[in-house]
């Protein structure tokens, strides 16, 4: 069984910047295509950002764009979203997701929390000063 373990939020200034972490285990990590959601109070989740299984794709949401990245080290299981400028609306729940392996609709559904089969328990990331 998939487990995602997520860490690295906490408060941060306006204009900050943050580094998530998400540990894999369970499986083969190369196969898996990553991603990581969020979830601000009263909202739904909503995509940030994804990577195929090779790290040669990756995607963002327009809000994030040019301030986020997100990349992955298979040496160690590991993917990461390192987050620069952030602002207020940042302010959420952060999710690492995984599919479940080598799923070729990624392509297409890569901002769909329904196409991800394991998730972790998510780490807060708070934005003010």
């Known amino acids: 069984q998939v487990q995602l373990v997520e860490s690295g939020g906490g408060l941060v200034q306006p204009g900050g910047s943050l580094r998530l972490s998400c540990k894999f285990s369970g499986r083969k990590f190369e196969d898996a295509n990553m991603a990581w959601f969020r979830q601000a109070p009263g909202k739904e989740r909503e995509f940030v950002a994804a990577?195929?299984?090779?790290?040669?794709?990756?995607y963002f949401s327009d809000p994030v764009k040019g301030r986020f990245t997100i990349s992955r080290d298979n040496g160690v299981n590991m993917v990461y979203l390192e987050m620069d400028n952030l602002t207020s609306e940042d302010t959420a729940v952060f999710f690492c997701?995984?599919?479940?392996?080598?799923?070729?609709?990624?392509?297409?559904?890569?901002?769909?929390?329904?196409?991800?089969?394991?998730w972790g328990q998510g780490t807060q990331v708070t934005v003010s000063s």
């Open positions: 990577m195929n299984w090779s790290g040669t794709r990756t």
């Open positions: 997701a995984s599919d479940s392996g080598f799923a070729v609709n990624f392509y297409s559904d890569y901002n769909l929390s329904t196409f991800y089969t394991f």
